[in-house]
Every structure is written in structure tokens, then in C-alpha cells.
């Protein structure tokens, strides 16, 4: 059974500093893998997919990795602000295309 | 712009009412998507649809119900509210290789 495993659960940074943020799964035959941030009371906003063939995504300060054979992701986030401040979700599609989410690393970004 | 659209956002409603939470998508996918989401909690899958008249219960136990007669409509209904089932609810849609899309979320508060 996939397990999806977020570190940290809990990370706070001074606006400016660079962060990485982790996900591990336990089953390297995922399909893609998707990052998303969640604010509170609210729904899942996209951020990155990477698909099974990719290795790692871009789109402005954010930056996704993907090493099926080590079971790991990293989002990186560069000059952190203070409105990057949100739980961001890790998650992986099983055979069938179900997400597998994990626990989330809540994230505040401290002007 | 194609998107994915939950009503209502928030809903207070009591003991023993009936309701439907509606979610309606433009992006013609097939594969639709229910999860629940208590405050701080992971996201639990509920309830899914591959396509018109499929519907298959989630890895979460749920006594909603789903209906998918139209391709772009996939509506939740509670036939007899109870405060246990007070919880965030997430509607979502997919096609392989495009990711999730979620919608902002319906807020459901039973007293």
C-alpha cells in the first residue's frame, strides 16, 4: 500500500530565505506525482505535476524534483514571502490515477 | 476558462435535513472526485467516478452518496444530516497527464 510521508510537518522562515520542502513514498511505481498549496478553509490550488517520465518542473520561485527509484520529491521555494504562507500537499497517482496525499508541511513565512 | 465549481460554499443546516453538495466542471474530464477534510486533517478520499454511471466508494467510509448522469456534473447528497458528518467537503476532477483540479471546497456545519 503507498504511504506518503511529508517533512517537515511544521517549518517557519524569515521572508527572503530559500526552503526546501520533502515528500517520500513508499512504492516507486508511481504514475505523477502533484504539489499543491492549500490556505485555510480553503480548497487545493495546482502548483506543480510532474509526470512519471520528468524528473523535475519549474514555474517562477518554485521548483519540483522527482527520484522514483529513491521514493522522494522536493519542492524547492526560492526568496520565500510572506504570502507563501500555507499548508503545501504532496501527492502521488496509483495505478488507476488516485491520489495518494500526504500530511502536508505547514509553512509561515515570517516578515 | 475551464474550472471546477462547488455550491454551497458554506452551509449550516440541522440535525436530520437532507442535502446536496453540488460540484460542476468544464473540462470535460471524465474521472471526478469527492474528499473530505476535517480542520488540520489529511484529505480523505470518498467517493469517485470514471465516467457517466460509475460511481465507487473511497478508501474513507461515507454514508453520502453520489450520482453521475452528466459528464460535468457529480453531486454529493446526505440523506439524513448528523453533526458527525460537520466536515470541509472537496470536489475534484482528472485526466491522466493534466493533473487535479480542485474546487474551493463546500464548508458543511450540522447542528
Known amino acids: 500500500k503507498q504511504e506518503v510521508t511529508q517533512i517537515p510537518a511544521a517549518l517557519s522562515v524569515p521572508e527572503g530565505e530559500n526552503l526546501v520542502l520533502n515528500c517520500s513514498f513508499t512504492?516507486?511505481?508511481?504514475?505523477?506525482l502533484q504539489w499543491f498549496r492549500q490556505d485555510p478553509g480553503k480548497g487545493l490550488t495546482s502548483l506543480l505535476l510532474?509526470?512519471?517520465?520528468?524528473r523535475e518542473q519549474t514555474s517562477g520561485r518554485l521548483n519540483a524534483s522527482l527520484d522514483k527509484s529513491s521514493g522522494r520529491s522536493t519542492l524547492y521555494i526560492a526568496a520565500s514571502q510572506p504570502g507563501d504562507s500555507a499548508t503545501y500537499l504532496c501527492a502521488v497517482y496509483n495505478q488507476g490515477g488516485k491520489l495518494i496525499f500526504g500530511q502536508g508541511t505547514e509553512l509561515s513565512v515570517k516578515p | 476558462e475551464a474550472d471546477i465549481y462547488q455550491t454551497p460554499r458554506y452551509l449550516v443546516i440541522g440535525t436530520g435535513k437532507k442535502i446536496t453538495l453540488e460540484c460542476s466542471q468544464t473540462?470535460?474530464?471524465?474521472?471526478m472526485y469527492w474528499y473530505q477534510q476535517d480542520p488540520g486533517m489529511e484529505l480523505h478520499l470518498i467517493h469517485y467516478s470514471y465516467g457517466v454511471n460509475s460511481t465507487e466508494k473511497g478508501d474513507l467510509s461515507s454514508e453520502s452518496t453520489v450520482s453521475r448522469i452528466r459528464t460535468e456534473h457529480f453531486p454529493l447528497t446526505l440523506e439524513s444530516a448528523r453533526p458527525s458528518h460537520t466536515s470541509q467537503y472537496l470536489c475534484?476532477?482528472?485526466?491522466?497527464?493534466?493533473?487535479?483540479?480542485f474546487g474551493s471546497g463546500t464548508r458543511l456545519t450540522v447542528v
Open positions: 473540462m470535460g474530464h471524465d474521472k
Open positions: 475534484a476532477s482528472s485526466e491522466y497527464g493534466d493533473g487535479y483540479t
Open positions: 512504492d516507486s511505481a508511481i504514475y505523477n
Open positions: 510532474i509526470q512519471s517520465s520528468q
